[in-house]
């Protein structure tokens, strides 16, 4: 078991370093992005993002039923002509889903500018999911220092585009896209480099690769609608609003989006480490460090709440025109708390301990509920308000029922931590909404103290539970 710690500190290194590059340039560029393109552009490349951010869709599940299939394994022992069959006939297919949409959007968009986004999609639709493919092989085998790799290739390229574009003047959301697209090339052209043997080995024949591709497709499809559906639980909401408030309204929620997500990013990655070292110890370990990453992960992010006072008021002197996006902040931060825990503690419990299909269906109930909520408010009230508190209630709702139900497979019955998470949440968003500044951080801030001191004993308790799994 030292032995498997240490791996996983030395992979959460490796992840930290990529990840903290990755919070850097999300940080600029949604800072620098919405001040230099305007309103309009801004929105059209959030556009872009958004649409991208659901291309994995077109991949149905093979990737993941490969992550769930061989999670744990090391690279030596996997089938490498079988999985080098499988990864050319994925290139394949995207490239055919790539030209359905090229066609879908050039005969029945009328804008423009969405047309460029349509089709940047499609290009963007291949590279993203060959990669997702590479990058499954290497996480579910360990290798996560070339995986971190692949990732500062993708955004430290960006980032320099970014920077070459700033200088010379000439940065417009069409540029920016085509930067996006290069950048996730390099990353694809490393990760065949790492696995040269992958990417040259023998094709098997047709029938065998098909029969392997349904296979695989049957295991990942409920984990690929899931993951999906999770997305769109926030989805729903944007589209709506890009619907009926139109694409500047939409850039503007989606930088608060934006801004809120850029918590989530180190958390999301360490969910990459944990599921194969989870694979790997027995059930009582399990149970260990599922209850220290629930108290951790709980308190860290409602402390990040009190940030949000000091950092409205910097981003509001840089970004005015922006200033409603950080009114909709309010209501979509505690995303951050109920998708933190999501991202990195129930759904990897629930694909270690096979809960696939739970996951799917907290997920549609969840979408259905931000999506039901979201219409009501638009033909009920005509309030964008209510569509956003849609999602935060979807969210909150997946999370509490994930949380329930992993915690009754572990054995894990103390329920006043949910509890206190979701006072600490209702304070914030009320105090916030309700009273003006100083009164509403000084009360969060009270509660939050109180919260902590009455739990003082149970995060020193916590805290040396910590210290002692690390040192092991």
């Not at 001040?35 to 490349?45: A, H, Y």
Request: with cysteine; proline share 2%.
């Amino acid at each position: 078991m030292g032995t498997g710690i240490k791996h996983f500190s030395r992979n959460l290194l490796f992840l930290s370093c990529s990840q903290f590059l990755s919070i850097f340039v999300g940080i600029s560029t949604s800072l620098l992005v919405p001040k230099i393109l305007g309103v309009e552009q801004f929105s059209f490349w959030q556009l872009f993002l958004f649409c991208a951010s659901y291309v994995g869709f077109f991949h149905f599940g093979l990737n993941d039923g490969i992550y769930l299939r061989y999670g744990g394994m090391t690279f030596e022992k996997m089938n490498i002509s079988l999985l080098g069959s499988l990864f050319w006939f994925s290139f394949f297919m995207q490239i055919c889903f790539a030209l359905l949409i090229v066609v879908i959007t050039v005969v029945f968009v009328p804008n423009l500018d969405r047309v460029f986004v349509g089709i940047s999609v499609s290009f963007f639709l291949i590279l993203s999911n060959v990669v997702n493919y590479l990058s499954y092989i290497l996480q579910t085998s360990n290798r996560l220092r070339e995986y971190s790799y692949s990732i500062l290739i993708d955004r430290f390229t960006f980032f320099l585009f970014f920077l070459f574009l700033l200088l010379v003047n000439q940065i417009n959301f069409k540029i920016l896209i085509l930067a996006y697209i290069f950048s996730k090339l390099l990353s694809f052209l490393f990760l065949i480099y790492c696995m040269p043997s992958l990417v040259r080995s023998k094709l098997l024949p047709v029938n065998v690769i098909w029969r392997e591709c349904i296979y695989n497709i049957k295991i990942g499809v409920f984990l690929l609608i899931s993951n999906l559906a999770g997305m769109f639980i926030v989805g729903a909401g944007r589209v709506i609003i890009d619907y009926f408030w139109g694409i500047e309204e939409f850039g503007k929620v989606s930088l608060a989006i934006s801004l809120a997500n850029i918590f989530l990013l180190f958390i999301s990655q360490i969910s990459l480490v944990l599921f194969p070292m989870l694979r790997q110890v027995d059930a009582v370990k399990q149970k260990e460090i599922y209850m220290l990453g629930r108290y951790c992960l709980g308190n860290i992010l409602l402390f990040f709440f009190i940030l949000y006072y000091p950092l409205k008021i910097i981003l509001l002197k840089w970004l005015p025109q922006y200033e409603i996006s950080f009114y909709y902040l309010i209501i979509l931060l505690p995303i951050c708390l109920f998708d933190g825990k999501m991202q990195m503690l129930y759904s990897t419990y629930l694909k270690v301990l096979r809960g696939e299909k739970f996951l799917l269906k907290i997920n549609v109930v969840s979408v259905l509920i931000s999506s039901i909520l979201g219409l009501l408010g638009v033909y009920l009230w005509n309030n964008m308000d209510v569509v956003i508190f849609s999602m935060l209630l979807a969210v909150a709702v997946r999370s509490v029922c994930a949380e329930l139900y992993v915690s009754k497979l572990l054995g894990v019955t103390d329920y006043w931590e949910l509890f206190a998470e979701l006072s600490l949440v209702m304070t914030f968003v009320i105090t916030s909404l309700c009273c003006v500044y100083p009164w509403n951080i000084i009360i969060y801030i009270c509660v939050y103290l109180v919260y902590v001191w009455f739990r003082k004993d149970a995060i020193y308790l916590i805290f040396c539970r910590v210290c002692k799994f690390f040192q092991k």
